[in-house]
């Protein structure tokens, strides 16, 4: 059974950074991909970036040269790296995994994943 979870939300001004991070347990193939998404009080969830285990990363364009994904090696923790963070940042950030990787240009749409964390508030002002 896939645990996910999430930490290290907050507030923070603009132009600050945070590091969010999801510990992962259960996830006991060796092929997976990993990503973050986002969703603002109503708008859509948006894919934010993935990081697969041969270490493929994708980044969604509003966050390319802001954000940066990693994982520690070992035992399974995502990290997402936020700086320069603008109020359209805001929102909920949720992790999520598949035991297997997707195709690319399918890595930061919701559908390939089967586990979801609980998700950690992100408020920039």
């Known amino acids: 059974h896939v645990q996910l979870v999430e930490s290290g939300g907050g507030s923070v001004q603009a132009g600050g950074s945070l590091r969010l991070s999801c510990a992962a347990s259960g996830l006991t193939s060796r092929t997976y991909c990993m990503a973050w998404f986002r969703q603002a009080p109503g708008k859509e969830r948006e894919g934010v970036a993935s990081?697969?285990?041969?270490?493929?990363?994708s980044y969604a364009d509003s966050v390319k040269g802001r954000f940066t994904i990693s994982k520690d090696n070992g035992k399974i923790t995502l990290h997402l790296q936020m700086n320069s963070l603008k109020p359209e940042d805001t929102a909920m950030y949720y992790c999520?995994?598949?035991?297997?990787?997707?195709?690319?240009?399918?890595?930061?749409?919701?559908?390939?994943?089967?586990?979801w964390g609980q998700g950690t508030q992100v408020t920039v002002s």
């Open positions: 990081l697969d285990s041969d270490g493929n990363i």
């Open positions: 999520a995994a598949a035991p297997y990787r997707p195709l690319a240009m399918y890595r930061l749409l919701g559908g390939p994943y089967g586990y």
